[in-house]
């Protein structure tokens, strides 16, 4: 079962403050010295920043092979949630823990947040959080500013809130199985630094999380089945991948060995999916359960993911959503003898770019 959480309630009291370097690269970790306390008039606009890129994120709690007890950054939420004047100290501890772990050298240095929040509402319940930001990179931005009776246009270097690279919220709930954690990493790299040597958490398996892992699984299972030498067009994986979730679709709970006899069939693509399953279980570090509910809101969002693209090595690309019936794509495929080059033909009724 999901969890309820609503994050505009939130506010974001008090913030520490770091840029953390590359130890590899002889690169330095500077801490604050003291709290930057956020003043009431900045508070709900730096909040609406802190938080916004958590709307979308699975659920996580933190793991340790042995105990939770030994796990850090774990051990820094406890403290804080137990006693706020302590979160100069544990910031400085976690930013340290990043520092140690950032030695490898597609690590880049940035600029490390670690916020308080209080009045997070999860579950019916009023919760504090702690949130952890990383920028790997400032922006440029101007400004036009009065002086001496004229307007002065200057530039200043800072963290744009859109692009901020790598965050973690972790929320003083499900204390006693590591914490409800949201957690996202935009660098495009592996997330294996982030997710799991620095913050060393694992997926909570609900049904969100479930559903979203075998959704993109069975896509990506369909696209690397049709070889590079397959002239067969891509809306038809794009559909077959549709018809995959509409397996999803019909049903309350999934079961797989159910969905390979429905959808997969023969016994080939079945041994072929299960290995593909076993290399997504091991890049994610856990096990996926086999059976489990659907979430039906989360495959929602899958379905609008799915759409083809005709890449051609004339810069021509043409994207294509699955087909909404049994019938074929408007597209008319051939060979033109007199140009010697392979051809697309596009039918349709109005072009509704235009409006």
Same mark, same amino acid.
């Given at each position: 079962?999901?969890?309820? &959480?609503?994050?505009n309630?939130?506010t974001?009291? *008090? %913030?520490?403050l770091?840029?953390?370097?590359?130890? *590899?690269?002889e690169?330095? &970790? *500077?801490? @604050?010295?003291?709290?930057f *306390?956020?003043?009431?008039?900045d508070? $709900?606009?730096?909040?609406?920043?802190?938080?916004?890129?958590?709307?979308?994120?699975?659920a996580?709690?933190?793991?340790h092979?042995a105990s939770?007890?030994?796990?850090? %950054?774990?051990?820094?939420?406890?403290?804080?949630?137990?006693?706020?004047?302590k979160?100069?100290?544990?910031?400085?501890e976690?930013?340290? +823990?990043?520092y140690?772990?950032?030695?490898h050298p597609?690590?880049k240095?940035?600029?490390?947040?670690?916020?308080?929040?209080k009045? %997070?509402?999860? $579950?019916?319940e009023?919760?504090?959080g702690l949130c952890?930001?990383?920028?790997? @990179?400032?922006?440029?931005?101007?400004?036009?500013?009065?002086?001496?009776?004229?307007?002065?246009?200057?530039?200043?270097?800072?963290?744009?809130?859109?692009?901020?690279?790598?965050?973690c919220?972790?929320l003083?709930?499900?204390?006693?199985?590591?914490y409800?954690?949201?957690?996202f990493? +935009?660098?495009?790299?592996?997330?294996?630094?982030?997710?799991? $040597?620095?913050?060393?958490?694992?997926?909570?398996p609900d049904a969100?999380?479930?559903?979203?892992?075998?959704?993109?699984?069975?896509?990506s299972?369909l696209?690397?089945?049709?070889s590079?030498?397959?002239?067969?067009?891509?809306w038809?994986?794009?559909?077959?991948?549709?018809?995959?979730?509409n397996?999803?679709?019909?049903?309350?709970?999934?079961?797989l060995?159910?969905?390979g006899q429905? %959808?997969?069939? @023969?016994?080939?693509?079945?041994?072929?999916?299960?290995e593909h399953?076993?290399r997504?279980e091991?890049e994610?570090g856990?096990? &996926?359960e086999?059976n489990?509910?659907?979430?039906?809101k989360d495959?929602?969002?899958a379905?609008?993911?799915?759409?083809?693209?005709?890449?051609?090595?004339?810069?021509?690309?043409?994207?294509?959503k699955?087909?909404t019936?049994?019938a074929?794509?408007q597209?008319?495929?051939?060979y033109?003898?007199?140009?010697?080059?392979?051809?697309?033909?596009?039918?349709?009724?109005?072009?509704?770019?235009?409006?």
């Amino acid at each position: 079962m999901s969890v309820k &959480l609503r994050l505009n309630t939130a506010t974001v009291t *008090q %913030v520490v403050l770091a840029k953390v370097g590359n130890p *590899q690269r002889e690169e330095p &970790l *500077q801490t @604050s010295r003291e709290v930057f *306390q956020v003043a009431e008039a900045d508070q $709900e606009t730096l909040t609406g920043l802190f938080l916004k890129p958590f709307k979308a994120c699975i659920a996580h709690r933190f793991t340790h092979h042995a105990s939770l007890t030994q796990h850090e %950054v774990n051990n820094c939420a406890k403290a804080v949630f137990a006693d706020e004047t302590k979160l100069l100290a544990k910031g400085i501890e976690i930013a340290q +823990r990043l520092y140690a772990k950032s030695n490898h050298p597609n690590i880049k240095a940035g600029d490390l947040c670690i916020a308080m929040l209080k009045e %997070v509402h999860i $579950e019916g319940e009023l919760v504090s959080g702690l949130c952890i930001l990383k920028s790997d @990179s400032v922006v440029p931005f101007l400004t036009i500013t009065p002086r001496n009776g004229d307007l002065q246009l200057s530039t200043e270097h800072g963290i744009n809130p859109d692009k901020i690279d790598k965050g973690c919220l972790i929320l003083n709930f499900w204390a006693e199985k590591g914490y409800y954690v949201l957690t996202f990493d +935009r660098s495009g790299g592996d997330t294996r630094f982030w997710v799991r $040597e620095f913050l060393g958490v694992e997926a909570v398996p609900d049904a969100a999380f479930l559903t979203n892992a075998y959704t993109k699984m069975a896509v990506s299972f369909l696209e690397e089945q049709k070889s590079e030498d397959d002239d067969s067009p891509p809306w038809e994986t794009a559909n077959a991948a549709k018809d995959a979730l509409n397996y999803f679709e019909d049903r309350e709970k999934f079961d797989l060995e159910e969905f390979g006899q429905t %959808v997969l069939k @023969s016994a080939d693509a079945i041994a072929k999916f299960d290995e593909h399953r076993a290399r997504i279980e091991e890049e994610q570090g856990q096990p &996926l359960e086999t059976n489990f509910e659907i979430s039906k809101k989360d495959l929602t969002k899958a379905k609008k993911r799915i759409a083809a693209v005709l890449k051609l090595d004339t810069g021509v690309e043409i994207h294509i959503k699955p087909a909404t019936s049994d019938a074929d794509p408007q597209l008319e495929r051939g060979y033109d003898d007199k140009k010697g080059m392979k051809f697309v033909k596009v039918y349709y009724n109005k072009d509704i770019s235009a409006g």
